[in-house]
């Protein structure tokens, strides 16, 4: 095995363990050399050293001795003479124990030591000797003894000369030991040296062979990706090894060449996506598509089969090489050829290793060729398989040929249902545009229809608004005229005649009332009939109504009756439709019943109210009770001809009550009676929304006023206006009714008067700067101390829809345009608000003058002066005028007490003439109510909003002209 095929681990590892091997060696030297020095070194302290030291003890013991001898000879103390005799037997015992160890550690020859240690036994007698001499006496004889060249002292030096030559023994012994322990220290250094320098030389051999080995790999490795990574596909790393390294270079080379692969067959993938895009004609498209499959597989046959319409075979459709005498299409529930298992399992198909007797033959210019393997892949569609592709190739395909396929297989798959959806459109494209040219032509007819039927409603509104104005101009007359000879000739002309006036009249109120059924029903119709919801007493409605038709009741010898199971059927819902329904409900019972009753029951069941309204009438047939409620339909002819009417009323009624949220029913039997029952919602839904609701008893002041001795009292009017002269025209206008005025010039000073001062009632502007008139009325509604204070809107904003449904949520006493302010309109608005009991106290002045208050009427029609005078003559002077110039120069004349306003005047308007009076500012505060025929709800929310002080309808009814005249003279108008 080579070096290199040793694996990363084993190579470390031996590298390692021969580095660890020299460091043991040098361990072990050093451990050797390092004992013997240790030996040496003990040797040199256990032997020379302590042998020396013990004749330095020796020698101070024989030094001492010689001294006690010298102070025995001085003591004459017999005392001290024993202390000393002690202290010698002492030092001899160590001399003893010193010649002892010496002989116990002294290396040289042992007569050396015999020598001395008989010396010191010799010396030691003669010392003894001496002792002795001295205790008896002879001390001279001892002097000598010890004297140089004494007995003693030659003794003592033979003693001290053999310790010495003891001594330098030792002392050569221990220069030995040392000269030896330096040489063998320089020996062990060497050494070390000697083995540090090879193991370095080997471990940088070992480094080297290490980097190397792991560098070398490490570096082709890189350098291999790098070129791969920069672009170049086919870059491979050339090392190669049975060691760790060798396997990641061949696992890197594997996945470069799963990355090629891949990006081959994306590169291939785009560019088959990129052909496929290129035709959009069926064959052409499938050419490219076969072409393409083949030269990216490999393939030198391709070809392609449809389903057929009928779901049952699969057709040839195009192909490349294919004979011509090749089958043209495979029975599906047969499960044929190759297509078999692809229809079964609905994958891709990959024939390998086709033998030699197949029947798998292809023709070919150059003779027939057998296939080696045969690819087949099914495009499926909502999983039904709407075509198949066959591949074939005399060699074996590609790797990645059945990747490629599986890669486009889902663009292929919808490019191939768009090229099958769109042969299929172009095969409806003629037909289509067949059909395109006759729906335009029908568009073009339909656009003319609606055109057409646009005009044909406008004409309709402008019809019924026309019908309305001409139809209402001579039933004025004819209703006013007949009123006003029947009041003159009561009692003067025979009463057969007389009946002919109140003939006239009726008839005139019937033409009236079936002009107006008309109006209803087209309003409700076109959808611009509105719904004012109020809060009222249902029993009060029906009290109203029992009154307005118990005349006709009694005149026909019926009984009408009101049944209260309730004082108070408090409703929320629109008061006149409520009104409407009932009064034809009621009406048309009265109406149908000859004799017995009509009773009226009303109650609430869950969240509605409900009216029964049960007659003892003729009945009515099974067969006419689904059409009943039609327009213009009754039970039957002999019906109309017998009571009349129109056949409007309970059409009118039913659209009412479904406007309101309600349903109206019904239950008859012929000779029996009828019973009609209305249900309509306790609250109408529109009321959170809008919750535009008057109540009844809205206006309650603060202070309880309740009669006019009140009066003396002085009242506080809180004037919110940013505008001076605006102000100096109300206090001048209110100036005589007794009141204080409390101005404010804005929004934010209102509010602050008003934490402090709470007025008797509030005029207030609308539009002003910071704070404006709406959020001032909100702040008074919002607080419980101001919230019933009555409020007089007085603005010159023409307010829309919404704004004025929200002045009616917040309850407003009455709403003022500036630029024709009344003075006897407004002191009458304010003492309302002021006194709401008590509001015939306050009169106009004219008409506290003596004589009769004057009234210009404006009217072209001669017919309706007349009409007009008639009705008036006698309670009134009358001024005429014939148009609106003649209009406006009379008003200038004459300044007349009131105005009466025709709107459809020839050369210049009502509205026109109404506008100039309002511009002379002498004339500004005559009040000027219009008369016309126009009786729309807009036409009357527009001529109202110009700022008329009434308004009147024709044809002109006697009560509702003087209610009017009144209401703007003394303040009394009934709405």
Known sequence: MRIRDFKIGTTLLFSFSIILTLVAIIGLVAYSQTNTLQGQVETLYEHPLQVRRAIDNLKLNIAEQRINTKDLILEDNVEKHQEIIARAAVLDADIEAKFNTIEELYLGPSSDISDAYDAFVVWRVLREGNFDNILNGNTEEVIVSISPGGTEAIKRDDLLAKTELIDVFAQKKADELYTSSIRLHENMVLQLIIIVSAIFALTLIIGYWLYNSIRKPIFIMIDAVLKFQSGSMSSRITYKSKNEFGTLAYSINTMSDIIQRNAVLNQQTIQMSGKMMIENDAHEFFKVTLNSLADFSG??????????????????????????????????????????????????????????????????????????????????????????????????????????????????????????????????????????????????????????????????????????????TPLNSVIALSGVLSRRLMDKVPEEEYGYLEIISRNGKNLLDLLNDILDISRIESGYEEIDVTKFNANKLLNEIVEMLEAQANKKGIKLKHNKKSNKLIIISDYDKCLHILQNLVGNAVKFTEKGSVTIDASFTKDALEVKIIDTGIGISEEFLENIFDEFRQADGGTARKFGGTGLGLAIAKKYAELLGGTVTVQSEVGIGSTFTLIIPSAHNNYELVNSIKDENQYVAAKTLTSASNN???????????????????????????????????????????????????????????????????????????????????????????????LKRINIHQLIQKGDIDRIRLQTSIFNMLFPTDENLLKKDSISKEGMPNILIVEDNPDNMITIKAILDG?????????????????????????????????????????????????????????????????????????????????????????????????????
Do not use: C, W
Request: charged letters at 25%; glycine letters at 6%.
């Open 875 to 975: 309670l009134y002077n009358i001024i005429e005028a014939k148009d609106g110039i003649e209009g406006i120069r009379k008003t200038k004349e004459h300044h007349p007490d009131l105005v009466l306003m025709d709107i459809a005047l020839p050369g210049i308007s009502g509205i026109e003439a109404f506008k100039e009076i309002r511009k002379i500012s002498a004339l500004r505060d005559i009040p000027i109510i219009a008369i016309t025929a126009s009786v729309m709800k807009e036409d009357r929310e527009f001529i109202l909003s110009q700022g008329f002080d009434g308004f009147i309808a024709k044809p002109i009814i006697s009560e509702e002209l003087f209610n009017a005249i009144g209401g703007v003279l003394d303040g009394t108008r009934k709405n």
């Open 299 to 472: 393939a030198q046959i391709a070809a392609v089969y449809l389903l057929s319409e009928d779901n049952k075979t699969f057709r040839h459709f195009e192909s490349m090489g294919l004979a011509v005498k090749a089958k043209e299409e495979f029975l599906i529930n047969e499960l044929e050829g190759e297509f078999g298992s692809v229809l079964l399992n609905k994958e891709i198909q990959h024939i390998r290793e086709i033998p030699d007797d197949t029947r798998f033959v292809f023709n070919t210019v150059s003779g027939e060729f057998l296939p080696k393997e045969i690819i087949t892949f099914p495009i499926q569609s909502n999983n039904q398989i709407i075509a198949i592709i066959s591949l074939a190739s005399i060699n074996t395909f590609g790797d990645n040929a059945v990747n490629l396929i599986e890669n486009i297989a889902d663009g292929l798959t919808a490019r191939i249902e768009s090229i099958i959806s769109e042969n299929k459109v172009k095969e409806f494209m003629t037909e289509l545009e067949q059909q395109s040219a006759e729906l335009v032509e029908q568009n073009t007819k339909l656009e003319m229809q609606k055109k057409q039927l646009n005009e044909a409603s406008n004409l309709k509104s402008n019809f019924l608004s026309n019908m309305s104005h001409e139809l209402r």
């Open 712 to 806: 003396s009292k002085k009242k506080t009017i809180l004037l919110v206006e940013d505008n001076e002269s605006a102000i100096i025209q109300i206090i001048d206008l209110v100036e005589g009714m007794g009141v204080e005025i409390i101005s404010a010039e804005n929004g934010e000073l209102a509010l602050e008067i008003l934490e402090h001062t709470i007025p008797d009632a509030v005029i207030l502007d609308l539009m002003m700067p910071k704070v404006n008139g709406f959020e001032v009325l909100e702040s008074i509604r919002n607080n419980d101390s101001t919230a019933s204070v009555p409020v007089l809107v007085l603005t010159a904003k023409h307010l829309n829809k919404e704004e004025l449904i929200n």
